[in-house]
């Protein structure tokens, strides 16, 4: 989820840069408090009315490889695998530029905490650990602590909105949730480890009151109404899903997206519309590999199956490059969402009418898109090939 915008962003904006000769051009302070107040109606933009498609804008070259990201203008905060942790500075979202690194630390996903006086990325880093880096200062990302560092995979983390608590999916390692305080960064607290659930990724709902867990071989709908002791209302089966790789909800929490990461996105996860060897003339129809599908849950205790959706195997996916859903954001009020769909690049995907969606576009620059978020009219997608890449929606 993001932020409050603030519609006094403008203003603070401008007394900003009436003393810009005081503060630096580059003053880290200044940096963060835009970061905790942006607005879309400065350089990102606005989303179009309408939107047509998708282009791509220009690539960070100095982003070695990416895979989770969190974006919160005006700094892109991205998982850099065995490269380490980057803060991309997107206030000018054609020309990016990285503020600091913080290198030798593995990550592979990213959240963040807010407290009075700082901001904290969260990073999940496998068998490393869950991290803790204080980036109040986006010029120099320290790690404060880490914990669970050896005793259980960190896999995806998700921060809950308005605590300091944080929720660690372990995937099949050894299949849990890890339920971290973090009120002290320093010293963060493993204060529950929930082995009855078994959850790859977890998402908060619009309004903090559910949380989503994609549980490999099915999602659950969770009451996190208290959040230290969350309880599964729903669990959704589907035997055309391969691995429910992560789940999330509109904002009206009547639709749920339920992605598939079919074979692990493993190169047998050719996946999407049809098999490798198929001509692309006949790539229109075929079984949901590596999918998204669309569940009614206005009635929660029953959801309803409505459709699912994938792109076409891109004509140069040779040899195979993993063609599945991996992560992705609803644009807000839309009822449009752009995927990071690995080889398939960057897919925006239609479902206001949800028995019918379709895909609006696809920007698949040859890589390994892992996700795909958005800012304004601007979308931030890691690559765990290409890095860091910049599109935008277009109207035209």
């Not at 993001?2 to 003053?27: H, Q, S, V, W, Y």
């Not at 203008?73 to 850099?80: D, E, H, L, R, S």
């Not at 009822?335 to 969606?357: M, S």
Request: net charge negative.
């Amino acid at each position: 989820m993001k932020p409050m915008r603030n519609r006094l962003f403008l203003a603070i904006l401008a007394i900003l840069l009436a003393t810009a000769g005081c503060l630096g051009a580059e003053d880290p302070q200044a940096i963060q408090e835009t970061a905790n107040d942006a607005d879309p109606t400065t350089e990102l933009g606005v989303l179009p009315e309408t939107i047509t498609g998708i282009e791509h804008i220009t690539r960070l070259d100095e982003v070695q490889a990416a895979a989770g990201i969190h974006v919160e203008a005006p700094i892109a905060y991205v998982a850099g695998l065995s490269h380490g942790f980057y803060t991309v500075n997107i206030t000018d979202p054609t020309n990016p530029t990285i503020e600091g690194p913080l290198e030798d630390e593995f990550t592979r996903g990213v959240d963040l905490l807010h407290y009075d006086d700082r901001t904290i990325a969260v990073a999940a880093g496998q068998s490393t650990g869950m991290k803790f880096i204080n980036v109040t200062d986006p010029t120099q990302p320290t790690l404060l602590s880490i914990v669970l560092e050896g005793e259980s995979e960190v896999h995806n983390v998700i921060t809950v909105p308005d605590t300091h608590l944080v929720y660690n999916s372990r995937s099949l390692d050894v299949p849990g949730v890890d339920i971290v305080d973090a009120t002290n960064p320093e010293e963060p607290r493993v204060i529950d480890q929930r082995t009855d659930f078994a959850c790859h990724d977890v998402r908060i709902g619009p309004h903090a009151e559910r949380a989503y867990c994609a549980a490999i071989t099915e999602t659950q709908i969770w009451d996190i109404t208290t959040p230290e002791d969350p309880s599964v209302i729903t669990r959704i089966h589907n035997p055309s899903i391969n691995i429910h790789h992560w789940a999330t909800v509109t904002n009206e929490k009547d639709i749920l997206l339920i992605g598939d990461e079919f074979a692990g996105s493993t190169d047998a996860a050719a996946g999407c519309y049809a098999a490798i060897d198929s001509p692309v003339s006949d790539r229109t129809i075929s079984d949901p590999v590596g999918a998204v599908w669309f569940y009614d849950i206005s009635d929660e205790t029953s959801p309803t199956p409505l459709s699912w959706i994938a792109p076409p195997i891109p004509q140069d996916n040779i040899p195979p490059t993993p063609c599945t859903a991996h992560f992705g954001e609803i644009l807000t009020d839309r009822g449009q969402v752009i995927v990071g769909w690995r080889a398939a690049g960057t897919v925006l995907v239609d479902f206001q009418d949800p028995t019918e969606p379709f895909i609006v576009d696809t920007e698949a620059a040859l890589g390994d898109n892992w996700e795909a978020q958005y800012e304004g009219r601007y979308i931030f997608a890691g690559d765990t090939v290409r890095g860091f890449d910049v599109l935008a929606f277009t109207d035209a």
